[in-house]
T-cell receptor, first 108, second 117 residues
Framework: GEDVEQSLFLSVREGDSSVINCTYT??????LYWYKQEPGAGLQLLTY?????DMKQDQRLTVLLNKKDKHLSLRIADTQTGDSAIYFC????????FGAGTTVTVRA | DSGVTQTPKHLITATGQRVTLRCSPR?????VYWYQQSLDQGLQFLIQ???????AKGNILERFSAQQFPDLHSELNLSSLELGDSALYFC????????????????FGPGTRLTVL
């Protein structure tokens, strides 16, 4: 079965970088995703990475994948107050298996 | 806006009742997925439909059922409701979803918040 783990909380100062870490277990996952959920809202797709890639950059977001260690991270550069949300890592075969989510709090 | 719509946004009902949640996928998407988000279980996959046919089942209770209609919208039916069924129910859609194909991205609707009293 699949098991995706994330740290539950991260507090970061505005303007600093945030790094959210995730580990997964299913080595057959072809895609790994990051979703963002703001309070009272749905899941917004942030970015994804194909399993044969090591890194993907998309504006302020950088995804790093270490396939050997089954470790995925999301770095948010120049973190803003609008980045405060819950971030979910997910691995995918035919369905998405989500981690518990990391609550990111941005302090002024 | 993901293009996936869900109605209603909120639903309050009593134990033992039955409700129907509705989802319209993005234009052109053939697959619909249902997920449940609760405080104790997190985000859990319930069921997937692809072009009208059930494609995959996850942690879906026997009291729950779903279907996808010819116009590709989907309904999730929850019956004999219990307090523990209170949760946020998400629908997602993707272009593919054929068996063995994992390359398509799922886009989520805003969810239906179900409260069972």
């Amino acid at each position: 079965g699949e098991d995706v783990e994330q740290s539950l909380f991260l507090s970061v100062r505005e303007g600093d970088s945030s790094v959210i870490n995730c580990t997964y277990t299913d080595s057959s996952s072809t895609y790994l995703y990051w979703y963002k959920q703001e309070p009272g809202a749905g899941l917004q797709l942030l970015t994804y990475i194909f399993s044969n890639m090591d890194m993907k950059q998309d504006q302020r977001l950088t995804v790093l994948l270490n396939k050997k260690d089954k470790h995925l991270s999301l770095r948010i550069a120049d973190t803003q107050t609008g980045d405060s949300a819950i971030y979910f890592c997910a691995e995918k075969d035919y369905k998405l298996s989500f981690g518990a989510g990391t609550t990111v709090t941005v302090r002024a | 806006d993901s293009g996936v719509t869900q109605t209603p946004k909120h639903l309050i009902t009593a134990t033992g009742q039955r409700v129907t949640l509705r989802c319209s996928p993005r234009s052109g998407d053939l697959s619909v997925y249902w997920y449940q988000q609760s405080l104790d279980q997190g985000l859990q996959f319930l069921i997937q439909y692809y072009n009208g046919e059930e494609r995959a089942k996850g942690n879906i209770l026997e009291r729950f059922s779903a279907q996808q209609f010819p116009d590709l919208h989907s309904e999730l039916n929850l019956s004999s409701l219990e307090l523990g069924d209170s949760a946020l129910y998400f629908c997602a859609s993707s272009t593919g979803g054929a068996r063995g194909f994992t390359g398509d991205t799922q886009y989520f609707g805003p969810g239906t918040r179900l409260t069972v009293l």
